[in-house]
T-cell receptor, first 109, second 115 residues
Framework: GQSLEQPSEVTAVEGAIVQINCTYQTSGFYGLSWYQQHDGGAPTFLSY??LDGLEETGRFSSFLSRSDSYGYLLLQELQMKDSASYFCAVMDSNYQLIWGAGTKLIIKP | GAGVSQSPSNKVTEKGKDVELRCDPISGHTALYWYRQSLGQGLEFLIY????????KSGLPSDRFSAERTGGSVSTLTIQRTQQEDSAVYLC?????????????FGPGTRLTVL
């Protein structure tokens, strides 16, 4: 079956750096995406990695290793507004986005 | 429009009734997706439209679920004979195309409660 594994919850301190890991097992692979969802809100796109390596967008970076079926989202200079759930998602060979269960990021002052 | 819109925002229905959920995608977006999200869970893929056709209906949970898209724009998701386990937030997303590197833009969702 197809699955994505990510931690259910991560806690960090304001101003710190946090890494959210994602491992995947899917039929086909086109890329790894990350989405952010605040409580009661809709998911919003953060990043997409199709090739190995690190992609940086401001305070957020995303990494992919296709040989390890692994990626991570790195958040730097954490702000209270970053408190949200973060989902990794893989687009499989049928162009379906398969989603992880999400990581709830709790930020403490 | 400026973004993806969905209606109704909330729907409470009795078990056994039919419900229809509507999605208006961003103008010009050819790809449209329906997902279901239960509380504290990830998104469950339901169906994907490229234009008016749905190449993959395998995500629909049962034959009580159906969806259509007309004019390459508005889509409706219909759930017949609703069951309590259908209670969830139903999210619609659209993208410029169905390609793998196209960002999906989500609507606010419809929260369905089946009593």
């Amino acid at each position: 079956g197809q699955s994505l594994e990510q931690p259910s919850e991560v806690t960090a301190v304001e101003g710190a750096i946090v890494q959210i890991n994602c491992t995947y097992q899917t039929s086909g692979f086109y890329g790894l995406s990350w989405y952010q969802q605040h409580d009661g809100g809709a998911p919003t796109f953060l990043s997409y990695n199709a090739l190995d390596g690190l992609e940086e967008t401001g305070r957020f970076s995303s990494f992919l290793s296709r040989s390890d079926s692994y990626g991570y989202l790195l958040l730097q200079e954490l702000q209270m507004k970053d408190s949200a759930s973060y989902f990794c998602a893989v687009m499989d060979s049928n162009y379906q986005l398969i989603w992880g269960a999400g990581t709830k990021l709790i930020i403490k002052p | 429009g400026a973004g993806v819109s969905q209606s109704p925002s909330n729907k409470v229905t009795e078990k056994g009734k039919d419900v229809e959920l509507r999605c208006d995608p961003i103008s010009g977006h050819t790809a449209l997706y329906w997902y279901r999200q239960s509380l504290g869970q990830g998104l469950e893929f339901l169906i994907y439209f490229q234009g008016n056709s749905a190449p993959d209906k395998s995500g629909l949970p049962s034959d009580r679920f159906s969806a259509e898209r007309t004019g390459g724009s508005v889509s409706t998701l219909t759930i017949q004979r609703t069951q309590q386990e259908d209670s969830a937030v139903y999210l619609c997303a659209s993208a410029l195309s169905g390609g793998p590197n196209n960002e999906q833009f989500f609507g606010p969702g419809t929260r369905l409660t089946v009593l």
